[in-house]
């Protein structure tokens, strides 16, 4: 079965230095991974995502995420954070054989301080 | 990319009414939507899959007598919360995935409802 683990439920971040939001993946076929910000009281906008092609993954923001199969991971990372990246983060997988069905993790929330 | 259009933004009801919550993909066909929920400061829970033409398929522990789907052509589905309760009162979020041009999911704007 297909499931999702965000390791941090809050990361809290200076601005200009560094991001990284913690996610790992179990999955019993080659999966699809994704992730998601959603602001406040919003719909979700997909960020970046991995579907067997490249491990290192560049997305939108200046957000990259890599595939780590030994690892099982799927962390997202940016060099230097903006105030206006704070929001909510979700690790995604896709149920392979379910016709799009997808799996979010628990969330990340983003602060920023100046 | 493609366009899934959720629509009210914002419903706010009287407990025991029923609200419909339409999901529209504008410029492409999905044979296949979801419906999800989300709680304050939570995560999205997939409730159902809405199938054209079929019966949606919902997930363990979700009432399919109290939220009725119907996804009764390619661009359309609907959900409808029966007889709201306050319980009921969360952030409903619909996607679909065009299959033909991606492999990601579009989601809509996502819809509040409260019910008082």
């Known amino acids: 079965a297909q499931s999702v683990t965000q390791l941090d439920s809050h990361v809290s971040v200076s601005e200009g230095t560094p991001v990284l939001l913690r996610c790992n993946y179990s999955?019993?076929?080659?999966?699809?991974l994704f992730w998601y910000v959603q602001h406040p009281n919003k719909g979700l906008q997909l960020l970046l995502k991995?579907?067997?092609?490249?491990?290192l993954v560049k997305g939108i923001n200046g957000f990259e995420a890599e595939f780590k199969k030994s690892e099982t991971s799927f962390h997202l990372t940016k060099p230097s954070a903006h105030m206006s990246d704070a929001a909510e983060y979700f690790c995604?997988?896709?149920?392979?054989?379910?016709?799009?069905?997808?799996?979010f993790g628990q969330g990340t929330e983003l602060s920023v301080k100046p | 990319g493609a366009v899934v259009s959720q629509h009210p933004s914002r419903v706010i009801c009287k407990s025991g009414t029923s609200v419909k919550i339409e999901c529209r993909s504008l410029?492409?066909?999905?044979?296949?939507m979801f419906w999800y929920r989300q709680f304050p400061k939570q995560s999205l829970m997939l409730m159902a899959t809405?199938?054209?033409?079929?019966?949606?398929?919902?997930e363990q522990g979700v009432e399919k007598d109290k939220f009725l789907i119907n996804h009764a052509s390619l661009t359309l589905s609907t959900l409808t919360v029966t007889s709201a309760h306050p319980e009921d009162s969360s952030f409903y979020i619909c996607s679909a995935r065009d299959w033909g041009r991606d492999t990601e999911a579009f989601f809509g704007q996502g819809t509040r409802l409260t019910v008082v």
């Open positions: 410029d492409f066909q999905a044979t296949t």
């Open positions: 809405s199938n054209e033409g079929s019966k949606a398929t919902y």
């Open positions: 999955s019993s076929y080659s999966p699809s």
């Open positions: 991995y579907t067997s092609a490249a491990t």
């Open positions: 995604v997988v896709s149920v392979g054989n379910q016709g799009g069905k997808l799996i």
